[in-house]
T-cell receptor, first 112, second 115 residues
Framework: RKEVEQDPGPFNVPEGATVAFNCTYS??????FFWYRQDCRKEPKLLMSVYSSGNEDGRFTAQLNRASQYISLLIRDSKLSDSATYLC?????????????FGKGTKLSVIP | EAQVTQNPRYLITVTGKKLTVTCSQN?????MSWYRQDPGLGLRQIYYSMNVEVTDKGDVPEGYKVSRKEKRNFPLILESPSPNQTSLYFC??????????????FGDGTRLSIL
């Protein structure tokens, strides 16, 4: 079974802190990687795609390590509005099928 | 506005009474999918469709049916709902013919309670 594992947290951090999440995946042939953000009882929303070279979007940095099969998300200067659950998503496509696997999510609470 | 629309948003019903949750997308996406989300279990895929008339089972298909007669619609059917199908359901879509990292777009969710 293809698995995506995340630390469920919760991570309780003060405003302004830097926090990092890791996610490991078991299918070495996985092709695409994403971080989604989900607020309580809301739909998941794309935060950022993850590229092999690493990518940054403002305070958020995503990294991919294919050799060790993990992806990471770094949030700098945490804001109260960053409080949410962060979902790691890994995809694989081939032979007419498309498999997408979600991690169970890591809950972040940013405290004043 | 590009979106995935689910209906209803909330439904409380009784065991055994057939129900359908509709999902429609206006982005001309080939791929559509249904998930259920339960505490401690995360998002699990029920069924997906690569294109019109092409559907396949996900991780938890038991008790559900789907159809894909048109590109824009992908209804989820519970022929005989049971209490263990009480959950939060999400529909999602993505293009499959475009290159690169294409994420999924999610609907707002449907909260089903089966009594």
């Amino acid at each position: 079974r293809k698995e995506v594992e995340q630390d469920p947290g919760p991570f309780n951090v003060p405003e302004g802190a830097t926090v990092a999440f890791n996610c490991t995946y078991s299918n070495s042939a996985s092709q695409s990687f994403f971080w989604y953000r989900q607020d309580c009882r809301k739909e998941p929303k794309l935060l950022m795609s993850v590229y092999s070279s690493g990518n940054e979007d403002g305070r958020f940095t995503a990294q991919l390590n294919r050799a060790s099969q993990y992806i990471s998300l770094l949030i700098r200067d945490s804001k109260l509005s960053d409080s949410a659950t962060y979902l790691c998503v890994v995809t694989y496509s081939g032979a007419g099928s498309y498999q997408l696997t979600f991690g169970k999510g890591t809950k972040l609470s940013v405290i004043p | 506005e590009a979106q995935v629309t689910q209906n209803p948003r909330y439904l409380i019903t009784v065991t055994g009474k057939k129900l359908t949750v509709t999902c429609s997308q206006n982005m001309n996406h080939e791929y559509m999918s249904w998930y259920r989300q339960d505490p401690g279990l995360g998002l699990r895929q029920i069924y997906y469709s690569m294109n019109v008339e092409v559907t396949d089972k996900g991780d938890v298909p038991e008790g559900y049916k789907v159809s894909r007669k048109e590109k824009r619609n992908f209804p989820l059917i519970l022929e005989s709902p049971s209490p263990n199908q009480t959950s939060l359901y999400f529909c999602a879509s993505r293009p499959t013919r475009a290159r690169g990292n294409q994420p999924q777009h999610f609907g707002d969710g449907t909260r089903l309670s089966i009594l």
